[in-house]
């Protein structure tokens, strides 16, 4: 009886993960389909009519208005975006499911009117929207609840890059520096490769593909350049989170955690950036230069300039997502440096991209993974290094201050266990 009794536990509950994770990931994977199409369109009407730049700050207004109206239920906040995901992973707090369509609005507006802003923010906070949907119209059991809100995560990155393997792991790692959730492995490799299929083969769309030319002998030579490349690209993305979150904080303190003022305030200020540099590479995701870069130089400066422009769009209340911006910074400084470093400009530039995204999520197994995927196993040992030191110097930043530290992530950092990035960056 025992034995029957496990085995009907386990083929029970091994069904409904299968089958929570394939209707999350068909749901996740249509509604990012619509995402990355609708954002091509926006982005594209954008480069063709440069004076919709000038409306930035009354859509900041209007989006501000929608958060502040509709984004908050039961003192949970839509506003935090991927931090109340992770919060509500933890039991900290609850999924508003208005989330998802809320935060798709502002990242149209976002992309069409010349934010800096990226998409997997969107479609991991969609992927949340659903997941707790299923969990409320399917009464799914608390202990259960946690682990399909990780398949969204997964169903939602795999989805938008076109990297169901990556996304698997992403839901699983993201959640908890230093913790890899595999008792949620199931639901998230699922959902994620019913996500990415769903948004490929059913919808038809077509994700960027870049492509390494070269890659240079391994040497221990070669891996202490590799190494010091790559601690520079984990300082990038401390400077990146630090001014993301400084600026976040500032624009709350100044007016009051008035989202409408702040968003108002902050789209004005991409708008003077946009004149006084006179040009407009650095609005929107930015996409045509993160190509170029991996084929001929780009300005010396760009990763800065787009440092600066992701910073004030998404910390002044714009919404969407940081990889894509991230994996910008990463690339284009890559890119400059190739004029000082003799290695191959597109494996740089890789390096660059994978290294700084591992830095900034905190996640060196789903970032190596990415590398993979995306460069189809070109330089794998070299990238492998790249995400392990990216991490490990990187500290403990991160684009998400509700992350919380499961533990340290060495002994180097003489940290205590426990608390968030965002504790530990204000006791630091």
Not at 28 to 51: K, M, P, Q
Not at 147 to 157: E, P, Y
Not at 199 to 224: D, N, R, Y
Request: contains cysteine; proline residues 3%; hydrophobic residues 45%.
């Amino acid at each position: 009886m025992g034995v029957k009794s496990i085995d009907k536990t386990f083929i029970l509950t091994f069904s409904k993960w299968v089958m929570w994770g394939a209707l999350i990931g068909a749901a996740v994977g249509s509604t990012t389909a619509f995402l990355l199409t609708t954002n091509d369109f926006l982005g594209n009407t954008r480069e063709n009519h440069s004076w919709l730049i000038y409306f930035l700050p009354l859509a900041g207004i209007l989006l501000g208005y929608i958060y502040m109206k509709y984004g908050k239920k039961d003192g949970n906040d839509s506003a935090k975006g991927n931090n109340l995901i992770i919060e509500a992973v933890h039991g900290n707090a609850k999924v508003v499911r208005r989330i998802g369509p809320i935060v798709y609005l502002g990242t149209f507006l976002t992309v069409l009117l010349g934010g800096s802003t990226g998409r997997e923010g969107a479609a991991i906070q969609m992927g949340g929207s659903i997941a707790e949907t299923v969990n409320h119209y399917f009464k799914v059991n608390l202990i259960d609840t946690n682990i399909l809100l990780l398949s969204g995560i997964s169903a939602g990155f795999g989805a938008a890059f076109g990297t169901p393997i990556t996304g698997a792991v992403f839901g699983m790692e993201m959640t908890a520096l230093g913790k890899m959730r595999f008792d949620a492995l199931i639901p998230c490799l699922v959902s994620s490769f019913v996500g990415h299929y769903i948004t490929e083969s059913a919808w038809g769309v077509e994700h960027e593909s870049f492509i390494i030319q070269s890659v240079p002998e391994t040497s221990l030579k070669m891996f202490g350049m590799v190494i010091l490349l790559s601690i520079t690209f984990s300082l990038l993305s401390v400077f990146y989170c630090q001014l993301r979150h400084g600026i976040q904080s500032f624009s709350e303190k100044i007016f009051k955690k008035n989202h409408m003022s702040r968003a108002f305030f902050g789209g004005s200020f991409i708008v003077a950036l946009t004149l006084i540099l006179g040009t407009e590479e650095y609005n929107g995701r930015s996409l045509d230069m993160l190509e170029q870069s991996f084929e001929e130089n780009v300005p010396p400066f760009a990763f800065f300039a787009k440092l600066v422009f992701t910073a004030i769009t998404l910390g002044s209340g714009f919404v969407g997502g940081e990889a894509i911006p991230l994996f910008f910074m990463g690339a284009t400084l890559g890119n400059s440096l190739s004029g000082f470093i003799d290695l191959p400009l597109s494996f740089l530039v890789g390096l660059g991209l994978i290294a700084t995204f591992a830095g900034g999520a905190n996640t060196p197994i789903a970032a190596f993974l990415l590398s993979i995927e995306m460069f189809g196993g070109e330089g794998i040992e070299f990238f492998f290094i790249a995400c392990l030191i990216s991490y490990i110097f990187s500290g403990h930043h991160g684009l998400w201050p509700s992350q919380p530290i499961y533990e340290p992530k060495s002994r180097l950092y003489n940290l205590a266990y426990g608390g968030t990035i965002e504790t530990t960056e204000k006791n630091k």
